[in-house]
């Protein structure tokens, strides 16, 4: 058992204040991009964790975020993100038995279609 206080809100409020908004926004979208990729079964043991249609709304989320903010984090933060969504979004066109119509899959409203 630790004898450390537990930090208070206060605490907390200031240190995210100190966190650069590029930052949050990264890794924010690094979090729904791990949570796709377990919910699109490319985990270990993936096939106990898959679920399509969890997928699919952190998908669209990510897109949003990714899309929305790619001018304000700069190209050099945004285009590994755009990568890295563009993958997802192409896993999740593969492991669809009926796959969605171009411009229809996850965050494709965003982004447009996705080939590969």
């Not at 200031?14 to 990729?37: G, N, Q, W």
């Not at 897109?63 to 945004?78: D, K, N, R, W, Y």
């Not at 993100?81 to 593969?94: H, I, N, T």
Request: aromatic fraction near 4%; glycine fraction near 8%; avoid cysteine.
């Amino acid at each position: 058992m630790s004898d450390a206080p537990t930090p208070g809100f206060d605490d907390l409020t200031r240190d995210i204040a100190d966190v650069p908004a590029v930052e949050v926004i990264t890794t924010v979208a690094v979090h729904l991009m791990s949570a796709a990729a377990v919910n699109l079964g490319l985990a270990e043991e993936g096939a106990d964790h898959k679920d399509l249609d969890e997928a699919r709304k952190l998908i669209q989320a990510l897109a949003g975020l990714v899309t929305a903010s790619a001018t304000e984090i700069s190209s050099f933060h945004a285009a590994p993100l755009r990568d890295g969504l563009k993958s997802l979004q192409l896993a999740f066109r593969e492991a669809s038995l009926v796959p969605d119509a171009p411009g229809q899959g996850p965050g494709e409203k965003f982004t447009g279609p996705v080939y590969g």
